[in-house]
């Protein structure tokens, strides 16, 4: 059963760390692409970013550029999504999200299987 679980939220100040981890199951990372994408109440779900693992090509949201970063280890068939810098308008859960093949946008309907999130708080 092809399984995505994430990993790694929690409480953190403003300027702070955090890496996030989607575990595969199921299924090899390397023809899949994966996406994090995020949603804080009352909003929509949205992109944040993006690896094709065929190619290794990623992505990033205007917003996170700079200070978050993808990468995958394939050894532990894992995803990371290091990020830096957080401000509070980072706040929301976060999804890790799987499709096989590659993908070029940060379309929801891209995706055909995603995680339950984990929760990241930027506050003071």
């Known amino acids: 059963q092809l399984q995505v679980v994430e990993s790694g939220g929690g409480l953190v100040q403003p300027g702070g760390s955090l890496r996030l981890s989607c575990a595969a199951s199921?299924?090899?990372?390397?023809?899949?692409?994966i996406g994090w994408f995020r949603q804080a109440p009352g909003k929509e779900r949205e992109g944040v970013s993006t690896?094709?693992?065929?190619?290794?090509?990623?992505n990033y949201a205007d917003s996170v550029k700079g200070r978050f970063t993808i990468s995958t280890d394939r050894a532990k068939n894992t995803v990371y999504l290091q990020m830096n810098s957080l401000k509070p308008e980072d706040t929301g859960v976060y999804f890790c999200?799987?499709?096989?093949?590659?993908?070029?946008?940060?379309?929801?309907?891209?995706?055909?299987?995603w995680g339950r999130g984990t929760q990241v708080t930027v506050s003071s």
């Open positions: 199921g299924f090899t990372l390397d023809y899949y692409a």
């Open positions: 999200a799987a499709t096989e093949g590659s993908v070029f946008d940060f379309r929801v309907a891209n995706f055909d299987y």
């Open positions: 690896i094709n693992n065929y190619g290794g090509s990623t």
